[in-house]
């Protein structure tokens, strides 16, 4: 079974740019969650979505979005990049049983460089 | 919040040697808790996890046991190798109340394991 797919692994992106990223869960998965990593901050969760629907998100500006497609196939957007938004995007899928998400199974992350 | 705390890297062990990463929590529900380990350049691994208090979640030779008491979740293993050398990361998710797949991560232990 093929793990959680991000695409691309590596971006370069100019001040004031937008990017879009993409994740593909594992098949069978309907919960996508996107995080983002830093050495200041460490993992800090973005959103989550379930069927289509943002479940849960976290404490970042509108400048990041992001949605799910029918196949829950994922993708996030950040809008007038700053350079603080340097960072690796990781995406996370799992599974639902009795309406809960087991554990998180982690793709390798786009790294996103803003210059 | 929910909060998760570790000590600070990082480790340097000899290779053979005892291993053990604090780790403890803030919740107000009840988490399950996880273990993770990213190596170089890539995305997150699930190391072990534990649901419920008292569980003992263990993997490739790594343990870890849910304190309830003492809101604690420490990662030991007996004899440490070279190819252990990574980053370690204890995390929580409040799945039962808040049905989603959220994680709160602690800020990250680097582990370097000498020949």
């Known amino acids: 079974k093929a793990g959680v797919t991000q695409t691309p692994r590596y971006l370069i992106k100019t001040r004031g740019q937008q990017v879009t990223l993409s994740c593909s869960p594992i098949s069978g998965h309907r919960s996508v969650s996107w995080y983002q990593q830093t050495p200041g901050q460490g993992l800090q969760f973005l959103f989550e979505y379930f069927s289509e629907t943002q479940r849960n998100k976290g404490n970042f500006p509108g400048r990041f979005s992001g949605r799910q497609f029918s196949n829950s ?20 899928s799992s599974l639902l049983e009795g309406g809960a998400a087991t554990e998180a199974f982690f793709g390798q992350g786009t790294r996103l460089t803003v210059v | 919040g929910d909060s998760v705390t570790q000590m600070e890297g990082p480790v340097t062990l000899s290779e053979e040697a005892f291993l053990t990463i604090n780790c403890t929590y803030t919740a107000t529900g009840y988490p399950s808790l996880f273990w993770y380990v990213q190596y170089p350049g890539e995305g997150l691994q699930l190391l072990l996890k534990a649901t419920k208090a008292d569980d003992k979640g263990s993997n490739k030779g790594f343990e870890a046991t849910y304190r ?27 799945l039962g109340s808040s049905n989603t797949g959220k994680l709160i991560f602690g800020q990250g232990t680097t582990l370097q394991v000498k020949p």
């Open chain 1, 73 to 92: 196939r994922s993708e996030m957007n950040v809008s007038t990049l700053e350079l603080g938004d340097s960072a690796l995007y990781l995406c996370a």
């Open chain 2, 68 to 94: 309830k008491e003492t809101t604690s979740f420490h990662l030991e293993k007996g004899s440490v190798q070279v190819s252990d050398s990574a980053v370690y990361f204890c995390a929580l998710s409040d």
